[in-house]
């Protein structure tokens, strides 16, 4: 049995329905918006929308099988972290 949604176009969700197919609040998925950790977003007009193909990647990051398994990437906190160095000349 094949895929049921194939040959549809990509469902885009809300900051809401994304939060609760996440099972996180939506100020948890802001806050990962506003430091860089989160799943990628879409801004359609003054509107953020996830792709649900995006969501799933980000949450498949953070799969394990034991506690000791590294995995194969993190899903990071959403709280900020340090900072990526600067690439161009000396900050003041």
């Known amino acids: ?5 194939a040959g549809l176009p990509p469902r885009y969700l809300r900051t809401a329905e994304a939060a ?3 099972s996180l609040s939506g100020r948890t ?5 506003t430091y860089g ?6 801004k359609i007009g003054g509107r953020v929308v996830y ?10 990051r953070g799969t394990k099988t034991s506690t000791s398994d590294p995995g194969a990437g993190t899903v990071l906190p ?6 990526v160095p ?3 000349k000396e900050r003041r």
Do not use: C, I, Q, S
């Open 51 to 60: 792709a649900l193909d995006d969501l799933k990647a980000w949450a498949d």
């Open 37 to 42: 950790t989160g799943p990628a977003y879409r």
């Open 78 to 83: 959403a709280k900020r972290h340090a900072p």
């Open 29 to 33: 998925l802001e806050k990962h918006r």
């Open 86 to 88: 600067y690439a161009g």
């Open 1 to 5: 049995m094949g895929d049921p949604n």
């Open 20 to 22: 609760r197919f996440l």
